[in-house]
T-cell receptor, first 108, second 117 residues
């Protein structure tokens, strides 16, 4: 079976840094994705991790620890447009399983 | 623009109606997916097609019937739906199905917001 946990909601301030955590329990881990979804829109791909460590893409970074079943998405220099839901998705064997998403609110 | 289009964007239907959702991908991908997204629930995978062949049916009720005439088009035929089927239906595509790696990244369409009365 599979279980993916991430906080339901988070709030941060414009210009600050926020870390969104994701923990997972799967039987056949084969990679982890982060997606961003603005309200009423489709999810868009942010990052992919399959090896332990940090992947950096501009203001966004994603970290993976396979031994701990743990990942986080780090957002720096927050902007109002970063207000969205962030979905953690784990590839288990040949399936991709999504978490419920974390709704991030950015305050001015 | 993600390269995956869906029509209609909004649909309201009665429980006795028959309607179809359409998805088209312009990315040259080999796999296409249907997801259901309900409020406060994770994305639920419904169907997967690899090279036009259905490889996944996640215990979806028979009132949902997918069709994949070619690797660029995917349909979801709807009939005798229930009010609890009201949700956002998302189509996605990926380049290399079943192949681990970033090429398995799924690109989503804008979705169809379905309301069943």
């Amino acid at each position: 079976g599979q279980n993916i946990d991430q906080p339901t909601e988070m709030t941060a301030t414009e210009g600050a840094i926020v870390q969104i955590n994701c923990t997972y329990q799967t039987s056949g881990f084969n990679g982890l994705f982060w997606y961003q979804q603005h309200a009423g829109e489709a999810p868009t791909f942010l990052s992919y991790n399959v090896l332990d460590g940090l992947e950096e893409k501009g203001r966004f970074s994603s970290f993976l620890s396979r031994s701990k079943g743990y990942s986080y998405l780090l957002l720096k220099e927050l902007q109002m447009k970063d207000s969205a839901s962030y979905l953690c998705a784990v590839r288990e064997d040949d399936k991709i399983i999504f978490g419920k998403g974390t709704r991030l609110h950015i305050l001015p | 623009e993600t390269g995956v289009t869906q029509t209609p964007r909004h649909l309201v239907m009665g429980m006795t109606n028959k309607k179809s959702l359409k998805c088209e991908q312009h990315l040259g991908h080999n796999a296409m997916y249907w997801y259901k997204q309900s409020a406060k629930k994770p994305l639920e995978l419904m169907f997967v097609y690899n090279f036009k062949e259905q490889t996944e049916n996640n215990s979806v009720p028979s009132r949902f019937s997918p069709e994949c005439p070619n690797s660029s088009h995917l349909f979801l035929h709807l009939h005798t739906l229930q009010p609890e089927d009201s949700a956002l239906y998302l189509c996605a595509s990926s380049q290399d199905p079943g192949l681990a790696g970033e090429t398995d990244t799924q690109y989503f369409g804008p979705g169809t917001r379905l309301t069943v009365l």
